[in-house]
């Protein structure tokens, strides 16, 4: 494994442009030795993923970024190497996609009083197995020629702060690393000093998550504030907890690209020895 490490990237299983495959096909093409997959609140692209790694020397590290909700703020949690089939990650998950659904379809109601879109244009946007989200709703949106792009539909119709939107149902953080940990895989909180209504958990919050087994923090992240990667290094440091940093991938949906923010080696080895639900599938 030598070559750039990226633990963060999302196919159309969630809100990725690329099918697993096709997402396998850029990292190749990018140069990347490692690639975790890490579809909103779905395992549904591991097979894919790993079938079509074969033979091309990516190794594919198997995740998800599951939801989790602390008060009013929506915590993304990495989550790797953990069992697929595990009773409460299957269970939970699902609860959490149907929640999604649900809510996008009355953000669509809402929306649709003010603009040209229906249901049917968001769910033409993704496939039957995607997590549904936000994203979805913005695709029908530049679709319709409402806005043009994704990033257009979040800064205004898909803003929290828009009127249309509402939260969904996740597990609260603690759960979500207790849940991760017994189905034998590693946590790292997500990108965990952005603008705004994600802003860093606070000192004592991750002090707790360390308790329950928390493996890292996603520090090298490009919606982390500078200032925010000080306190998350700080707190690394305070609680021994490692760091990680990675691209967030989302093919064409975001401009993020392949490798731009990457893990070390040494900190890839801790995180393989530390999950036991699942092995990296070596391509
Ligand atoms: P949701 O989970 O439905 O609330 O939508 C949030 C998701 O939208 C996140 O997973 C992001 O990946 C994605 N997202 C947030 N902001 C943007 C943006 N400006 N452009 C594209 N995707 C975004
Ligand atoms: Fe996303
Ligand atoms: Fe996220
Ligand atoms: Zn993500």
């Known amino acids: 494994m030598s070559g750039p490490i ?31 997959l890490t579809d909103h609140d779905s395992t549904a ?33 990495l989550a790797y190497l953990f069992d697929p089939l595990d009773g409460a990650i299957v269970a939970e998950t699902a609860r959490i996609r149907d929640g999604r659904l649900h809510r996008a379809e009355r ?18 946007e993704a496939t039957d197995e995607s997590t549904l989200g936000r994203p979805h709703i913005a695709d029908a949106l530049v679709r319709k020629g409402v806005v043009p792009n994704r990033s257009a539909a979040f800064e205004s119709i898909l803003h929290w702060r828009s009127g249309y939107y509402e939260k969904y149902y996740a597990p609260s953080p603690v759960e979500g690393v207790r849940m991760i940990v017994a189905a034998g895989g590693v946590p790292v909180l997500a990108h965990p ?26 520090v090298d992240h490009r919606d982390n504030t500078d200032e925010g990667k000080r306190e998350l290094r700080r707190l690394a440091a305070k609680y021994g907890l490692q760091i990680t940093g990675a691209s967030d991938y989302h093919g064409a949906g975001k401009p993020n690209r392949l490798g731009e923010n990457t893990t070390s080696p040494h900190v890839l080895e801790r995180l393989i020895a530390a999950g036991t639900g699942t092995r990296p599938a070596v391509g």
Do not use: C, K
């Not at 990226?6 to 990292?27: K, Y």
């Not at 040209?116 to 769910?123: E, K, M």
């Not at 991750?206 to 493996?215: R, S, V």
């Open 6 to 36: 990226d633990l963060h990237t999302h196919s159309a299983v969630s809100d990725g442009t690329e099918t697993p495959s096709q997402l396998v096909r850029s990292a190749v093409e990018a140069g990347m030795s490692v690639i975790a």
């Open 45 to 77: 692209g591991w097979h894919e993923a790993i079938a079509a790694a074969e033979g091309t020397g990516l190794t594919i590290i198997p995740g998800m970024e599951l939801s989790t909700n602390y008060g009013p703020a929506s915590v993304h949690m």
């Open 107 to 124: 953000i669509v109601a809402r929306i649709a009083e003010d603009y040209p879109v229906t249901w049917d244009d968001v769910l033409a």
């Open 193 to 218: 000093a952005t603008h705004g209504r994600y802003r860093p958990m606070s000192d004592a919050v991750i002090g707790e998550l360390a308790d329950e087994g928390l493996f890292g923090l996603e």
